[in-house]
Structure formats: structure tokens, C-alpha cells
């Protein structure tokens, strides 16, 4: 079972990259920022479900603990007064974030049990810790009033868990919902497969666990259904994985509606992968959307500009902002070789090279494809502000990125810089000849290499003799 640490750098790239084996052997001395290019919080993705027609627990988002008791007050069934400044600013919230309500001193959902969960970017809330002292960012209770004492601990105070950085992430909002028993958990998910050339849907009757470790030691109880994406999802597929599922009888009905209701979201908001863990059963009879993780296409970004503009940045660090704004992707590390590359296979396969020659890699800034000669001069400006770094390893394959673009926009970069640390330079690919010359031509103290292994080499030597 892969360390923790990769298993966060693992859902970050899960779409860009294949899992590094060197990296798990090694995660000990890494520290990765756990983020995904576009994640929403819970709130968010619930809010995309429920605006589908998939069925999610009723929920308020609030920003203050004032806002969190009258959302409390509410699903209790306790009317709040519509005068009251706080219940009319929950409305106009709700209305925006959650789902419309008609009349705000008229809504009775009389909920048995209330849960209060943080919102942040990061798994492990349940066991994460408060600068407020406040142990827990996910908390169950029967009375509105201690929601709103709750609440009172967490809007504005860091939560702190095994993905976040130590000082934790500060919470803004919490999500308050009704809580609801589940008898029965299942799982499901949708995702694109690149085997099957389209989406398929996996299932599996045991839910609420990790999906992997039942697939390890119960594949039997791994479902599939390869769906055709012009044709769309049948109704016997639907009806065959919610039996697979053990939904039966009137649940079974119940179970297909919602997976091609979830199918239909799949497509609707370009996403690579749709994951509801637990797809649950009440005792009431209901099916259920406990919980979900979307994962979204980069490149439909275009087209999903409003769910994209629900990005939350607060929680990035600044320079993965200020990368983002230039079409760069950062990810910090907690070493001192800063590397600069072209897709996030070659950054994994490049710091692996480098613990394998005794180094430690800064961070790695991916430039993509299509790269521009000003993108490479700001990825400088972005490595050299890093007090960490000894020394920058750049390694460039120039399959659809020039080598030569490439080039002009280090000596450029190095000049208008001044450059204090080492740099090492491989590039091989499109105009490999041409760019070499432009760096060995430049009088610039780079350093060049022949391959990656060469490029770690010189890389960590030149750390060493400082």
C-alpha cells in the first residue's frame, strides 16, 4: 500500500501522470501539497448533484457561527424569525449555493440529527485539530445550539490534518446538514477509461471502505459496466450494476434513476470522474448520494466556466496561484533542487533520478505543452524567488514544445535574473541542435548534460560544493 504522502501526490495527479515506485520507496523524505488542479469543496459538489436531480442530504453553507445556528434551527425544525438579520442573510447564501427556498420563516425539515463538517480542501477532517483548540472539523449533533458554538470554533480558525500543511488551512465556511442513518453502504463511480475508449461505470456492494482494498481482496465484488458515449447509458445497465449493488424491489428502480442521473451529471460538467463513497440506503428506503469526489477535464474549462470559477484558491500556497496565471502548474517540495520540466510524468521520473543521486527536488514546475518563451522566463522568476533553492535542474523533452523557445527563454531569464544559483540543462526533441548552440553561444555559466542521469548528477554535485 503506497505511503500517505504519495497517495496524496497520487489524487493530484491521478489524470497527468503514472504513480512513481521510487517515490513510494522514498516518500519519507517528501512533503506534497495535496491538491487536484480544480477541487471543490463538499458543499460545491453536492450542490452540482442535487441541482441534477441526484438525491444528497439537505444542507446550509454558512460563513459565521450566527449563520450556522439559524441553518441549525431550520433542519431541526425550529422556525427562525424572519426579521432576523442573520436568517436573511442565510437566504440570499443558500439561494446562491445550496438550493432556493421559497420563504425563509416557513421552512420546517425537521431533521433528527444535525452534522457540522468544515470546509477545506483536504481529507482527514474528522480526526484534524483547530488552532481554536477545537478537536474534530466534522461534529454530530441533536441540538441547533451547539452548532452554532461549534461553528463558533472553526470559521476562521486553521484546521489542521494529515494533508494539510502543519499550520493547517483556514476554514471559511461550514457546511451544516441534516444527518442521516445509512443501513446499507455501497460504492460507486464513473470515470473515463482509456482502455475502453469511454466512461465506465465500476461498482461495488461494499461501500464506505477504501474501493482499492476491496479490489485487492474481493475483486469478485468489483462491478463494471463499459458504456457506449454515443449510445449512453442503458436502462438494463442501470438496473443490472444497482442489482450488483444489492439494491432490490422498489430500491432497485430507485438506485438506477440516480445512476443515470449521475451519468447524465458525468457529461453535463466534462468530468473524468464522478465517485460516490458511500452510495448509501436508509433505513427510510432511500438511496442516497453520502458523499462524492468530481474530478473535472482541464480542457472543458472553456465550456464550464461557471463551475471552474468555483475554484478556491485561498487554500493554495501564493506561488501556485501565481504559476497558475502564467498556465504553469507548481507543486512545492521540501528540498533544495528546484526542477523544471515539461509534463508530470517527466517531473515524477525526474525526481526520482534525483534521490537516486542523493539529492532532494525543491518543488517541480510543469510547463506543459505550447510553450511560450515569456512562460519560461516567469517559471525562472518563480524558482529563483524560492530561498530553498541551491540549484535548478531543467529537463525538457521537445516533442510539441521547441527546444529553442525553450532556450532563449532561459539565457534570457538568466540575464535579466542574474542568476545566482547553478543550472543544469538537459533538452532533447524538436530543435534540440539549435537550442544547445543558443545556450553554449550565450557566455552564460549553464551547464548542460547529455541525458537525465547525467542532468541529476551534475545537479546534485553542484548543490554539494556549495
Known sequence: MAAPVVAQA???LRD???????LAARSQVVQLTPR???????????????????????????????EAL??????????????????????????????????????????????????VLAGGRGKGVFSSGLKGGVHLTKDPKVVGQL??????????????????????????AEALDISRETYLAILMDRSCNGPVLVGSPQGGVDIEEVAASNPELIFKEQIDIIEGIKDSQAQRMAENLGFFGPLKNQAADQIKKLYNLFLKIDATQVEVNPFGETPEGQVVCFDAKINFDDNAEFRQKDIFAMDDKSENEPIENEAAKYDLKYIGLDGN???????????????????????????????GGGVKESQVYQAFKL???????????????????????????ITRACRELELKVPLVVRLEGTNVHEAQNILSNSGLPITSAADLEDAAKKAVASVAEK
Open 70 to 119: 439559524e441553518a441549525a434551527k431550520r433542519l431541526s425544525g425550529r422556525k427562525a424569525p424572519s426579521q432576523y438579520p442573520c436568517a436573511v442573510q442565510l437566504l440570499l447564501l443558500t439561494l446562491v449555493q445550496c438550493f432556493a427556498l421559497s420563504f425563509i420563516s416557513s421552512v420546517t425539515l425537521h431533521a433528527k440529527e444535525i452534522v457540522l463538517k468544515a470546509q
Open 383 to 409: 524558482l529563483t524567488a524560492d530561498p530553498k533553492v541551491e540549484a535548478i535542474l531543467v529537463n525538457i523533452f521537445g516533442g510539441i514544445v521547441n527546444c529553442a523557445i525553450i532556450a532563449n527563454g
Open 16 to 22: 497527468l501522470a503514472l504513480r512513481s515506485p521510487l
Open 10 to 12: 497520487w489524487k493530484l
Open 36 to 66: 487536484r488542479w480544480l477541487n471543490l469543496h463538499e458543499y460545491q459538489s453536492k450542490k452540482l448533484m442535487s441541482d441534477n436531480g441526484v438525491k444528497v442530504q439537505r444542507f446550509f453553507v454558512a460563513d459565521t457561527d450566527h
Open 337 to 367: 533542487i528546484a526542477c523544471f520540466v515539461n509534463g508530470a510524468g517527466l517531473a515524477m521520473a525526474t525526481c526520482d533520478i534525483i534521490f537516486l543521486n542523493g539529492g532532494k527536488p525543491a518543488n517541480f514546475l510543469d510547463l
Open 151 to 176: 461553528a463558533k470554533q472553526m470559521i476562521g480558525y486553521n484546521l489542521a490534518t494529515k494533508q494539510t500543511p502543519k499550520e493547517g488551512v483556514k476554514v471559511n465556511k461550514v457546511m451544516v
